[in-house]
């Protein structure tokens, strides 16, 4: 009898025993775990990218005047949102290899000598032994892209803007945008109503930026392998913006607020349906701050504008607008 005991005590301890638990749930959440932080800094970034260059004046265009823009954006990214800490209590399944604790990259970072294994049972059975380094960023201190926009002046000292930028590919990070301004002056209430006098706005925006990024493989083979990332962003923007011109010199000062939500979609081989059902974890509504100050030179028609926006991120912006 003492036998039989000793040895349904060690069925139960076994770790292929029918009644060992299954962890393929935990493995997905590690999955998510990864994918959040990595992916985090560029979702909060994008809020930064997203508010440039909407409003590069508190003086609206007249009724039904016509102005085109071409700008040229760079997002600084700061050092500490190029990585991130793991701990191996973070995780439920996954252990870093040789190590409690590390500092992985984020979407802005380089690569990492980092390892992460584990093993992941299915009723009791054993049926992978994942091992991958951690995700590899595009290993940029800045981002740049471009976009154009267009302006029409309405009644009652207000504009309305539109902004697109069909999808482009840089370091395997491809990205497309498009939204729709608003600004209304606030001076003409106070009876500063020539263009020479502070010029005082509102401004509102909102922004729709889809985001993806593809990197090697990481994952289990026999479970989930998960190699791309999709992040698409709803921007909402409202912001106070004061200019004052002396001649053909402009300078300009605005404060706003964003609110950023994020939704994820990931891409791989796999049990990727259910990384994605689960994906709820990480998504993200977020209010960000940020101030602004620049200048416009005017040449006639032509316009030329600066914008440095600080917060969280760094963000310039070169503006040439031609007004028709």
């Avoid at 600004?183 to 922004?207: C, M, R, T, V």
Wanted: hydrophobic share 45%.
């Amino acid at each position: 009898m003492k036998k039989l005991l000793i040895i349904f005590i060690a069925f139960l301890s076994s770790p292929c025993a029918v009644f060992a638990q299954t962890n393929v749930a935990e493995f997905i959440d590690d999955m998510l775990v990864l994918g959040g932080n990595f992916s985090q800094p560029a979702a909060e970034a994008a809020g930064y990218q997203a508010s440039a260059g909407w409003f590069s004046s508190a003086i609206p265009l007249d009724k039904w005047d016509f102005r085109i823009s071409v700008h040229g954006n760079a997002l600084f990214v700061p050092s500490e949102k190029k990585k991130f800490f793991l701990s191996n209590s973070d995780l439920k399944v996954l252990k870093i290899n040789e190590s409690e604790n590390a500092v992985l990259p984020t979407a802005f970072g380089g690569s990492s000598s980092v390892y992460l294994s584990g093993e992941v049972y299915f009723n009791g059975a054993l049926i992978s032994e994942p091992s991958f380094p951690a995700m590899e960023g595009i290993n940029r201190s800045y981002v740049p892209h471009a976009f154009v926009q267009a302006a029409i002046g309405v009644s009652a000292g207000t504009e309305v803007t539109v902004r697109a930028m069909p999808e482009v590919t840089i370091d395997g990070v491809a990205a497309s945008t498009y939204g729709l301004g608003i600004k209304h002056n606030l001076s003409q209430y106070f009876g500063y109503s020539y263009p020479e006098d502070f010029q005082l706005a509102f401004g509102a925006s909102y922004s729709k930026l889809i985001v993806g990024y593809e990197f090697d493989p990481i994952g289990a083979a026999d479970v989930v392998e998960l190699d791309k990332i999709d992040v698409d962003a709803n921007l909402f923007m409202g912001e106070l913006i004061g200019s004052k011109k002396w001649g053909l010199f402009e300078a300009i000062v605005a404060a706003g607020a964003m609110n950023s939500q994020f939704s994820y979609t990931f891409g791989g081989r796999g049990e990727v349906d259910l990384v994605n059902a689960e994906v709820d974890k990480i998504e993200d509504s977020k209010i960000q701050f940020k101030g602004d100050v620049g200048f416009n030179l005017y040449f006639s028609q032509l316009r030329v504008s600066t914008m440095l926006t600080a917060g969280e991120f760094f963000n310039a912006n070169l503006g040439l607008h031609v007004s028709i």
